[in-house]
């Protein structure tokens, strides 16, 4: 999974200024924890971004998210391209609502995803899987605390839900209401086009 930071930050906390390293931490950890629950299926994910202080590509990891900085020659949105091009013949998703890099992953036979829609399902499966945990008291270990300004560190209440919200609300996150749902898996009879048909592939990986 290959994500175009700083497009899905200004899609998900659309006119909220002031705040943007805030919202890349509370981003991150959600990303995180996400990756925590997944890892057995899911094989790498990257979250790209303009910048850095070299004049080359720069990656680290935080969180078992792995952080690519474009560098100083280059735009994320060149990272991605590139990186599409040499993973042509890979299963790889981009999620991005920047038209160019849609056209440009695509042709390398990618699928792509919109920001805001894959901001909503991980964020619905960290929350899901929360409220699960509560109900049965298993051991959460995998979750990470939202809003925390320091290291990583289990969640350790029923409050979850709660601290996704409260922190969603202080840094601006348009409400899922106000956008499209992640596609769907065709139901019986609605085989859907062959698009389609792989994108759901991917999502159902995620």
């Known amino acids: 999974v290959l994500i175009d930071g700083y497009n899905v930050l200004k899609q998900v906390f659309p006119g909220r200024r002031g ?6 931490r509370f981003f991150l950890k959600l990303l995180a924890s996400y990756i925590a629950l997944r890892k057995s299926v899911l094989h790498e994910l990257i979250l790209v971004f303009d910048g850095g202080v070299l004049r080359h590509a720069e990656r680290r990891v935080e969180g078992g998210v792995s952080i ?7 735009t994320a949105d060149d990272w991605i391209m590139a990186y599409a ?38 964020r619905e499966t960290v929350a899901a899987s929360s409220e699960e945990r509560s109900k049965v008291c298993e051991d959460d270990s995998a979750l990470v605390r939202f809003g925390d300004d320091d290291d990583a560190s289990p969640l350790d209440s029923e409050e979850d839900e709660l601290d996704v919200l409260m922190t969603e609300a202080s840094i601006g996150v348009l409400p899922k209401d106000a956008e499209s749902d992640v596609p769907q898996k065709p139901t019986t009879g ?11 592939k991917v999502i159902k990986k995620l």
């Open 19 to 24: 705040c943007l390293e805030e919202q890349k």
């Open 68 to 74: 690519a900085l474009a560098g100083q020659r280059a």
């Open 85 to 122: 091009e040499k993973k042509r013949g890979h299963e790889l998703l981009v999620v991005t609502d920047d038209r160019e890099i849609i056209d440009a992953v695509q042709k390398e036979d990618a699928q792509v995803l919109g920001s805001s829609e894959f901001y909503h399902f991980v």
């Open 190 to 200: 609605q085989k859907g086009s062959r698009k389609e048909r792989r994108l759901w």
